[in-house]
């Protein structure tokens, strides 16, 4: 189901990484100049995600789900998109770049079914205003990263999780929903979850 723009919190990015992440995807502005195409949106996980709600570790991989619904074919856009890296200096005048990580899947971590209903816009000050790029909010990242959960994703999870808007209760309630049907080992991701919130809880103790 399309997202409906003007109904969602907006972000405005006020770091080099977040002003790139926007500009990545201007890319796509031939295909989408002239509406006939329609609306393309995009939303955004992994590491350029943690970095737009907290500020903290930046990404090289853009982990982004395509979200255009039906107007332009799907493989053009990720081949426009994955065509050449993004150039871009950072705060501290290093040459940095971003680039689409074509394998990323949201089905190969646990994820809410609702998970559109709470994603953030960012501000955009595009020459393409058919190109809208959305985040993931910071509850629905935190979810997906107890799938691989590497040392840099519980250090993540962790960073989101200190968020003042986060609920730690909520984020419980949706992890174990995101959990009772993710097609993989059950066992193991409730496990991942009991670390986080052991962490979580012993922090603020």
């Not at 002239?34 to 570790?57: N, P, Y």
């Amino acid at each position: 189901m399309p997202i409906e723009p003007g109904v969602y919190p907006i972000i405005e990015p006020d770091t080099a990484l977040g002003h790139a992440l926007v500009e990545f995807f201007d890319v796509l502005e031939p295909v989408y100049a002239s509406g006939e195409k329609g609306v393309f949106q995009v939303i955004v996980f992994g590491g350029c995600a943690v970095h737009i709600h907290t500020q903290s570790r930046g990404s090289a991989d853009v982990d982004a789900e395509v979200a255009s619904h039906g107007y332009a074919d799907k493989s053009e856009i990720v081949a426009l998109l994955d065509e050449d890296a993004y150039v871009f200096t950072d705060e501290e005048g290093m040459t940095q770049l971003l680039e689409l990580d074509a394998s990323f899947n949201t089905t190969l971590a646990p994820l809410h079914e609702d998970y559109e209903d709470r994603v953030v816009r960012l501000v955009t000050q595009s020459s393409a205003p058919n190109v809208e790029v959305y985040v993931a909010s910071a509850l629905d990242v935190a979810i997906s990263k107890l799938g691989r959960f590497g040392e840099r994703d519980q250090h993540d999870i962790q960073a989101l999780l200190q968020l003042p808007q986060i609920d730690i209760g909520e984020f419980e309630r949706l992890a174990r929903e995101a959990i009772s049907y993710y097609v993989g080992d059950e066992t193991r991701i409730l496990g991942n979850l009991n670390v986080v919130l052991d962490d979580y809880h012993h922090s603020e103790g």
